[in-house]
């Protein structure tokens, strides 16, 4: 599954995507990051404050409890500041 | 839905008035345009620049949702969103809008409703570059705006 | 009221953007222009041209006096009102109103306030001359831009 | 005192503008409006609906009740359509 970060959730992974191999029982949004949450000092800086981080399903807004099956990319990113 | 929807998310600057001339030039229904241009501010000398980030494909998708539902909820002529990506620095353009309808208030309205909802839901992210060199960090998103999103649900 | 209020009444075309240049160029404190531009309809080829006829010399008067209550009432970096007067086409401009200040509600709000205002307390008042050759007569005030007014009070 | 007329107070009046010798007796906008629409039937055309007409003193939106004392120049016209 591909993943993608912006601003500082990027900044605190490291990385503006990768893919990964996500394990069975993970299967919704907040479950995704929760998991990422366990894979390195980064990731749990990134999702220290789980309720602060946006995600999007295939460029789509998505809540946390979304299933995340079938999703091809998925986004997580601060609240926006665009404008 | 007859009414054109443009959507435009580039890094070099927008032409204000060729975009009011492109929703107007040749037509005689239009009786109200409303255009919002968004400025990087630079607080008081401090800040060098802004950088924005943007999530190519979602940005462009999100402000062309967010345009068709104001030309679904409003009786538009027109409607364009341009927003600006990369270093901006103060001074500078960084977001338009710009609405036609054949009565004010809707363009308001449209114009409005639009920015409201960009802030909040297309994907962009201001970082500040400070003038002293240093990074002034990711700006936070302001519960302000969340507010004025709101107001329209 | 540290805010340029600038008031034109005038029969030639207005530059939507030399206006808009003129309220944020060499700046760096505006994070908002707001302008709206109303234009003459062609009521479906119905319309010839509008003649517009104003009280020279009240006209600019009540011009400045909104604008001036706008600037003391939001806080505003700028603001700028255009109305012209004579014969004008179907598609051409009637009326432009631009204001600029460091956040959008504000410029918005006055915008439309100097708007609402300018509609009923302006002195112009505007006769059709119809397509057929026949006069149209003198549009009729509207009852909707006096209730749009009653919002600010 | 100077009268100006607009729009189709102008066209019914058929000047647009005049000087008039006002009776000592007519003392506010209203009164001068009354005493106006006496004065033949172009003026009665005129003000035919008195709550109609629209009035300024020098300049400035003034109500039926405004003396008219002091006024270099009064005008009447119908409600702005401007904008």
């Given at each position: 599954m591909k993943l993608v970060y912006f601003a500082w959730v990027r900044e605190r992974v490291g990385k503006p995507e990768e893919t990964v191999d996500v394990p069975a029982g993970v299967t919704t949004v907040a479950e995704l990051a929760g998991w990422l949450a366990t894979r390195g000092e980064e990731y749990a800086y990134a999702f220290e404050n789980p309720d602060v981080v946006r995600a999007a399903i295939d460029k789509r807004h998505v809540r946390p409890d979304t299933p995340i099956a079938g999703a091809a990319e998925i986004a997580f990113f601060p609240p926006m500041t665009g404008g | 839905m007859d009414c054109p929807v443009t959507v435009r998310v580039q890094a070099e600057d927008f032409d204000l008035a060729a975009e009011v001339a492109a929703l107007?030039?040749?037509?005689?229904?239009?009786?109200a345009v409303v255009t919002f241009a968004g400025l990087c501010r630079g607080e008081a000398g401090t800040l060098a620049a802004l950088e924005l980030e943007h999530y190519p494909g979602m940005a462009e998708e999100e402000m062309g949702r967010v345009a068709r539902q104001a030309a679904e909820r409003w009786p538009l002529q027109g409607v364009t969103a341009i927003h600006r990506h990369g270093r901006i620095a103060p001074g500078e353009n960084i977001v338009l809008v710009v609405t036609a309808s054949a009565h004010r208030a809707a363009a308001f309205a449209a114009a409005e409703f639009l920015m409201d909802y960009l802030k909040t839901e297309a994907p962009f992210w201001k970082k500040e570059h400070r003038a002293d060199g240093t990074s002034g960090g990711w700006v936070e998103a302001k519960e302000a705006d969340d507010r004025a999103k709101e107001r329209w649900t």
């Open positions: - | 107007t030039r040749g037509r005689t229904d239009v009786g």
